[in-house]
């Protein structure tokens, strides 16, 4: 995360740079809003609102609410860096998929010896497998963290390998395919239930979106690898086990409890909600309302739901159009191309991202997790950024 952190704020100081020099020459700078403007506006004022008028928040609480709305300047920060091309979008893109791909054979390894070179405290074995295997999670401490992050990246280099000029299976996919195939394998090792469900539903929504054929395909190939899976793999068919019987299941009962209570809380406070992420602190209260004991304190496990409980009503009116409108406007440039070309495969690539994003969330709070919001917002900037230099391109042959 501090990496992470850091190379934010240099892009940032970066970016503050090249505009002072750029201003100092008198050079043209190029400035297209992104058409997110206002459900981004609307849900930070409501996040705002919300921590200054909702009782009992306390100082470092709202520094902390208020500090989390810092992936807006990010956002903004890599969207003019790209729009401008001062940094070289498609030698970053790769760049981010060489060290990704590095990273998912650590974690492949990891899975089988527990490595974790990081942090000196003791690796656990998974607690729902038979056998002593661990959960992939690269070089971050959480697994869920690690999934929800790589399963963003991975859905891009398929949509490299879907939009190629070139035959699927052609040798020049080679890096592409090695690439998918081994973050895809990191991703399983993971044994996160809401990234693999994000991973299959995006995957196959541009398998469609490129030919029926080809969807038709993958989703036989994914019939056949779960059946192998289940069938060999006992850690895979212990998960989805246990999934499936989700009344003996501490984790998906928990869960479930989990959006009970934060739905009940969302009740008493519709309007500006009890403050973003502060719903931890009160939902013991709403366990013993409904089932009269203790049950597991955290997030909502839902990420719509965290919202919806943290800033009310409004505030989850604007981000719910946010999503919408990142998605709808991306799908609308995708469907102007017509020939297979790297914006093409971009945009392809940003639309199953989001459409795993959008899912993956349903389990997890996916945006307010540091590590992926930061692998989110930059691949969404990326995208808006071809987005719409293609527009000025369309509007300047007009």
Known sequence: MAAMEILSWLSFVLLFCILIYKTIKKETVKFHWTGLEKPILGFVFFVILSAFFVEDITPIERKYILGSQRWVLLFYTYYFLFLNEWVSSKKN?????????????????QTFWGWDIFRSAPYKPTPFSSLEIWRAKGFFSNPITYANSINILGLFVLGLLLN???????????????????????????FTRGAWLGFIVGGLWMALLTSRRIFLRALLSLIIIFITAFSLFTPFRERVTKTAMAKNQSSVSNRLLLWRSNFEMFKDHPYLGVGLFLNERKVQKYHYKIQDKQGMVGHAHNVYLQVLVGVGIFGFIFFVWFYGKAYFYLYKSYLQLTEPSFNKAILLGSLGALTSFYVSGLTEPNFFDGEVTHMFVFLLAFSYSIKNRMRSKIESEA
């Open 93 to 109: 893109l790769q760049a981010l998929i060489i060290f990704v791909t590095l990273v998912s054979i650590y974690s492949i390894l």
């Open 164 to 190: 190629t000029k070139e035959k699927l299976f052609h040798k020049e996919n080679k890096f592409y395919w090695m690439s998918f195939l081994l973050i895809s394998i990191a991703l399983f090792f993971s």
